[in-house]
């Protein structure tokens, strides 16, 4: 346990909360953007707690929140995760301490107006940050390997990514909440056997289940942030799915790297909701084994006990992403490949939540 917030005992008030099955226990609480559907209504900030989501604007309005400093309340009443990002992990964890306390079930305190409540069927799940940029990471070197496979079958790994870090710069305009329609990519593919390029629908669409690391305070330009201190500039995390027009990408990779082919750039798919990095760091776990002299940098799985690991299984299962943002910057890691090419007859692909 880190903290009195990740206490297993502790139950809400909320009942939904307290199911075995819920995903939103008091334990987890992560942030999204909402607004109730069919109103005109801004956007704004809510906590998942079973099937409910707590508004912070509300909360705000109420003076549930008055005892946090008056910077950090307003960063509970804007449209976006990004304020509250920027301002660091000690004002995330004072907040989080907050809604634990308010939400926690206590016979000897009266419970709030059930108002500050919107029940998730009655909800619009939003894009929970402005994101300004991103950075895919080849994380895993069972992914790295697999990949290369795909172009380079006799050579998947190049003798860099033990040493450094192998990542590369997307395109953040077309990142899309998680259930937004995919449409299929056009552009040049050159098979193996052609002597000239074609153009037209992609072929080999597949896509990537990675998980999102949001970056919240930044550091000044020029500036470097120790691998030690890494952990206090991350906000949060969720899942991505990543889409890749692989015909496409084997023709154009070269020398630049992937321009249109990689839907991440094109068609980036986030989840609605953003786990906290203290919550998902209950259970982290050691990098496997390497040689020496090789990597220079590891990664870890998170697995937030046996109910978070059920819940991650079935999001992957269902293809369903997690969470989200930060000050803009958005570090993608990525966990897993679906080398699936699905159906070429078809122009758009199916909508996956």
Known sequence: MIDATHDPNLRSW?????QKDTDFPIQNLPFGIFRRKNSAESPRIGVAIGNQILDLALCCQTKLLERLPEQ???????????PLMAMGREASLALRHCLSELLRYDEQKSLPEREILVSMSDAELLLPAEIGD???????IFHATNVGKLFRPDNP??????????????????????GTL?????????PPNEQIPT???SKLLDYEMEVGFFVGAGNQ???????????????????VNDWSARDIQAWEYQPLGPFLAKFCDYHFALGHYLGSASTLSLSVVSASTRRPCTATLSIFFT????RRYRYYRRSLASHRCNARSSNGTISLESCFLRADVLDASSNACPSYQ
């Open 14 to 18: 909320v009942e939904s909360a307290n």
């Open 72 to 82: 950090l309340q307003a960063a509970c009443m804007v449209s976006n995760l990004n």
């Open 134 to 140: 991103y950075t895919d990471f080849y994380a895993s």
């Open 157 to 178: 790994l190049l003798p860099n990514y033990k040493y450094i870090p192998i990542a590369y710069h997307g395109r953040a305009s077309s990142i899309v909440p998680s």
């Open 182 to 190: 995919v449409k299929r990519p056009m552009g040049q593919r050159k």
């Open 199 to 201: 153009f037209g629908y």
């Open 221 to 239: 330009l020029g500036q470097p942030i120790a691998i030690d201190d890494a952990e206090k500039h991350i906000f949060g995390l969720c899942l």
């Open 303 to 306: 697995q937030y006990s046996a």
